[in-house]
């Protein structure tokens, strides 16, 4: 199978990573069509052999950032604000909607995070080098998401501290 | 338990990312400890809700407009980009054909297939770059597509299956030539590189040349003529090892021994 099989194959998976990442189905959309426009641009800097999921992400990730830097030009946020204009809530169950609220009120770059390694189910490993940021990074990130992510399906407001056994 | 607990593999032991020799031990701690257990439990049943609310869009029909993107090779901004490289591409083609014009003419007869493979050139860095319009008749219609030029050009055509090595056909036009009518066929390969074959049927009775290579700006072709047919493989962007190998394939489907 070549790579432009294998991308259209991976279509649905971005759609679903696009759509928990940045809410409503249109915004999503748009993202996946700018992450293959550039993949299919950049293809020739994808190294065969190598995971092609990964390097999509990866493209996804970038192209991502870039377009969230854009619509921020004129109204920077700071890491800890939820972006509330680029992640509208959805869902009909309630407790959908909690969870689809939690995460939109997660800071985005542990919102990547949670969501490379619960929807994508990647591990620790593959996430930093999608990313590009270092393991450790990881673990804090995903750490902190699921604390407040845990805290806003309980109705309760964020534990100050994480119990870390050292 | 020789190394205590950490959150790392506590995280690890939701996703179930941890490896089996850590396994046991985090059971062990999480056993003793239920309020770490219960946070465990709730991480995971997490990962369960965020799979579960965004699984629908897995099986949700593709819009046609993801799918274009594969398909024509890029959108809206690549079609952009095509019209900076077709515009770059082609003041190169016409600074090499000036610069041509200055030098000692060749031999007679490989003039005219020189001045066809200028043509070609010139084709292939006015149609390649297209997104929306690359052929007026599409590789769905392969028979249709050979029959028509094969009429206009007043002799059996052939599209060469480029499959072999890793080129497929995207379609074919009609060209206008030096005196009449061209054919020109389309190939595109899995990274979006496109080769384009110019074939003209007015050489001229009775006369062969050799394979022939020649570059101008970014585009390489190969041309040779087989009696009255002259054709002409063009591409930009691949190498000339890469662009023989096609234009190999092509000529031997095309002259058959």
Redesign the interface.
Known sequence: M????R??EL???L??YA??LVGDRATA?DL???T???A??K??LYRRGTDLRAWLFTVMHNVHVNRVRASRLTDPLEDEMPELAQRAPQ?DAL??RD??RG?ARLPAEQRAV??L???E?M??DQVARTLGIPIGTV?SR??RA?EK??AS?LGQPVAAK????? | MSE?????D???YA?G?LPEERRAAVAA?LAAHPE?AE?IE??RR??E???S???G????P??E???R??RS??????AM?AVWIVLGAALGALGAWQLRSMQPAPAASADAAAAMAHRAVVAHATYSPEVRHPVEVGADQEAHLVAWLSKRLGTQLRAPKLDGVGYSLVGGRLLPGENGPVAHFMYQC???TRVTLYVRSDMGANRSTAFRYAREGNVGVFYWVDSKLGYAVSSADISKEDLLNVANAAYQQLNPP
């Not at chain 1, 070549?2 to 099989?5: D, K, L, R, S, V």
């Not at chain 1, 994480?162 to 050292?166: R, S």
Request: charged share 30%; hydrophobic share 40%; no cysteine.
């Open positions: 070549n790579e432009a099989q991308l259209v279509i649905p998976r759609r679903r759509r928990a959309d996946v069509q700018d293959l426009e550039r299919w641009a293809l020739h869902g407790l959908v969870l689809d995460i949670l969501l390694v619960t929807l189910e591990s620790y673990m995903l750490s699921r992510l845990r399906m994480l119990k870390v056994v050292k | 205590p607990v950490s959150d790392h506590l995280q690890a996703d990312n701690w770490d946070r709730s991480y997490i990962g809700e965020v799979r609310t965004y699984h869009v897995l099986h949700e593709v819009p407009r993801l799918q993107v594969i090779g890029g959108g809206r901004r690549m980009v899995n990274r979006g």
